[in-house]
């Protein structure tokens, strides 16, 4: 059927990157998809998995990848950045 569909769409997308945004009209399945794909992925790896979930709308283009000073030249890391950086270095949080 369809959402078996986009589950292994979903799983595919995953294997072969870092991070991935769901699009789509409200009601139309993206967060179930992704949280029963996570509990199947928990139960057949007998691992627990983590989900990081942004609303890229809720936050500026800055706050959500990151900026860099202009006169300092330090790098502040924004959400995205920011969660990336933890799981890289296997943090949670």
Known sequence: DNFMLKC??????????????LVGSVGTGKSTVWRVLLDAMEKVDGMKGEAYVVDPKA?????????????????????????????SMGLRG
């Open 8 to 21: 292994m769409q979903l799983f595919q997308i995953q294997k072969i990157t870092h991070g991935i945004m």
């Open 59 to 87: 936050v500026s283009k800055e706050e959500l990848y990151g900026k860099l000073d202009p006169t300092t030249l330090e790098w502040t890391d924004g959400v995205f950045t920011d969660i990336l950086r933890r799981v």
